[in-house]
């Protein structure tokens, strides 16, 4: 079993930054594929980014290339993710997402384990 708890969401600005962390319970959290999900109000929760167990591949949808960052430290349990240049369209409950893998899933019905999401929203 793997508890996930996100926190850094917040409300910002257009163009502002901010940096979500996911910490997981499981020692062993490095044997996990982990991943960002994020659902807007009234949409279907989608895949943001996710990063191998060994953070040596990444992957992001198309939308937030070049402007968010996941990364991954194994010492601390702890997934992060950066978000740089944000814009309404960001506004949405964020999620972290793990599943024991050592392929890159970016699909929501590929994960075991989720946590309770935490909030961003952009105000223009």
């Known amino acids: 079993q793997v508890q996930l708890v996100e926190s850094g969401g917040g409300l910002v600005h257009t163009g502002d930054s901010l940096r979500l962390s996911c910490s997981a319970s499981r020692r062993k959290s490095a044997d996990y594929c982990m991943a960002w999900f994020r659902q807007a109000p009234g949409k279907e929760r989608e895949f943001a980014a996710a990063i191998s167990w060994s953070g040596g591949n990444t992957y992001y949808t198309d939308s937030v290339k070049g402007r968010f960052i996941i990364s991954r430290d194994n010492a601390k349990n702890t997934v992060y993710l950066q978000m740089n240049s944000l814009t309404p369209e960001d506004t949405a409950v964020y999620y972290c997402?793990?599943?024991?893998?050592?392929?890159?899933?970016?699909?929501?019905?590929?994960?075991?384990?989720w946590g309770q999401g935490t909030q961003v929203t952009v105000s223009s």
């Open positions: 997402a793990a599943v024991r893998s050592t392929w890159v899933a970016t699909r929501v019905e590929e994960y075991d384990y």
